[in-house]
Structures are given as structure tokens and as C-alpha cells.
């Protein structure tokens, strides 16, 4: 029998065998819009630097979805060369690239006057520099085939700041505003572009950081007006709806899923 308290996810039916590469594949928010786009019968190249963690939610999405296809492809987003290679590659193998999640990041919370630079420099590269690199390669593919859809991962810290994240405010704040130059750049070659800024999300990698002491789940839970850490396939649904014919008017749109955060005044 049916959840009668599961929520009613909607369909997008445009999206049926359109090629998917989602970078950050293995885990948290990544892994989350695999299933989503699976379930709507897309074909998925999966990226991501942990070649078995890849390995692992591949052999799940065929699990869950029997038809499913998919391709694995290890690679840093830091380095410039694989990244072109890799979306070079979906390309060859599916033909095309219709929908590109950049969503590989890390955290960085430290207090500022400690920050190394090998620490600085990270946190860029990846957060930032790696979905320009991204984004360049997938804009390369959509432009020269007429279309595609860019949905850049980027933090609600990239719209409000917070304390001893001054590297990971920085590179979120870039991502919104690559997100909005390449939007205006490529609309007319039918590409959008978009940001996803998502609050604290339940993914494993905040719960490292609740675990170390970074982070007050309690706290977090009573500063957000809906009382509660979001999840990856809450995350995972905003991204449906902006790669979706649904949102075929919006571009350079940075949309916030934080539980009214960053809408909250009051503390």
C-alpha cells in the first residue's frame, strides 16, 4: 500500500531519454539526482573522483531501475584536461549531453586566520574552478548541438555569509555569478543556465561535520523556520524542475531551497 505522508513527487514527461551527466555522482545531492533523472528515464554518465563509490550507485541505480543506462567516468573536476576528455567521452558513448549537474564541492569550515593557502586554494579549485571547467565543457557540447541545461550546484552561503567559511562563501558567491554570466552569454544559442543554492542538507558529509563538532544540528534545526535539515532528494526535485521543459523561461536564476534560512531575520 502507498505512503499516505509520502510526498507526491511530479513528473516531467520532456525529460524521457535525455543524457544526464551529474558530477559528484557517488554520494549526498549527486547520487540523489541520479535516481530522480533515472526514474524519469534518462541516461545517466555518472562523475566523480571515488571510482568505487561511482561503481557502487550505478550498480544501485540499475537495482532500482532496470533500464536504466549508465556510464562511469573517474575524474577530477580540478583538472582542466580530464573534464574535457570525460564530457567528450558521454558524448561519444550517448550521442549527445542534454542536461549537465555540476554539483562536485566540498566544505571548508575553518576559521579564517588559520586558512591555509593549500586549503584557500582547494576549496576554489573544486567549488569553483571546477564547475567553470565543467560548465565550459558541457557548454562546448550543447552550443555546437543547439540546447542544453546547466544546473550549477551552488550554497544559500553563496547568497548570505556565515562565519570561518570564508573560502567556501567565496567560491559559492562565484558559482551564482558564473552562473548568471554564462546564462546570459549562451541564451542564444538555447542553452540555460541556473544555480540550485541549497540549505543544510542530511548528506554524510554534513553529518562529518555535526559528528567533528563543525556544526550544531540542534542549532541549525532552530535557526530554519521549517525546523529541520533538508534532504538530498528534496535537493534533487528543485533540479528536475530547472532542467525541465517546466522552466523553460527561467535562466540565470539562482533558486534557494533552504527551509526559509536566508528569508529569516529573526534569531
Given amino acids: 500500500m502507498p505512503d499516505p505522508d509520502a510526498p507526491r513527487l511530479a513528473h516531467y514527461p520532456d525529460l524521457r531519454g535525455k543524457v544526464v551527466v551529474c558530477t559528484g555522482a557517488a554520494h549526498g545531492i549527486g547520487r540523489a539526482m541520479l535516481d530522480a533523472f533515472a526514474r ?13 563509490g ?3 550507485a550505478a550498480s544501485q541505480l540499475g537495482e532500482r531501475h532496470h533500464d536504466v543506462q549508465t556510464l562511469c567516468l573517474p575524474v577530477s573536476v580540478r583538472d582542466d584536461a580530464a573534464v574535457e576528455r570525460a564530457y567528450a567521452a ?13 554539483n562536485a564541492g566540498i566544505s571548508m569550515n575553518k576559521p579564517t586566520l588559520e586558512l591555509s593557502g593549500e586549503e584557500w586554494r582547494r576549496a576554489i579549485d573544486i567549488d569553483l574552478t571546477g564547475v567553470f571547467y565543467c560548465c565550459q565543457a558541457a557548454g562546448r557540447i550543447m552550443v555546437d548541438q543547439g540546447g542544453g541545461v546547466i544546473v550549477n550546484t551552488a550554497s544559500m552561503y553563496g547568497v548570505v555569509a556565515a562565519p570561518e567559511r ?14 548568471k554570466s554564462l546564462a546570459v ?18 548528506t554524510a558529509l554534513v553529518d562529518d561535520l555535526i559528528a567533528r563538532g563543525a556544526l550544531d544540528a540542534g542549532r541549525i534545526e532552530g535557526r530554519a523556520p521549517m525546523g529541520r535539515l533538508g534532504s538530498p532528494q528534496e535537493m534533487a526535485e528543485v533540479a528536475l524542475f530547472l532542467a525541465s521543459d517546466a522552466a523553460r523561461y527561467t535562466t540565470g536564476h539562482a533558486m534557494l531551497s533552504d527551509g526559509g534560512w536566508t528569508a529569516n531575520g529573526y534569531l
Avoid at 524519469?40 to 568505487?52: E, F, I, V, W
Fill in 40 to 52: 524519469h528515464g534518462c541516461r545517466l554518465a555518472l562523475m566523480d573522483l571515488d571510482a568505487g
Fill in 54 to 56: 561511482m561503481a557502487t
Fill in 90 to 102: 558521454a558524448r561519444t558513448h550517448f550521442g549527445r549531453i542534454d542536461i549537465a549537474l555540476n
Fill in 166 to 179: 570564508a573560502a567556501y562563501c567565496a567560491a559559492k558567491a562565484g558559482v551564482i555569478a558564473l552562473t
Fill in 185 to 202: 552569454e549562451w541564451a542564444c544559442h538555447g542553452l540555460r543556465v541556473n544555480a540550485l543554492c541549497p540549505g543544510y542538507i542530511r
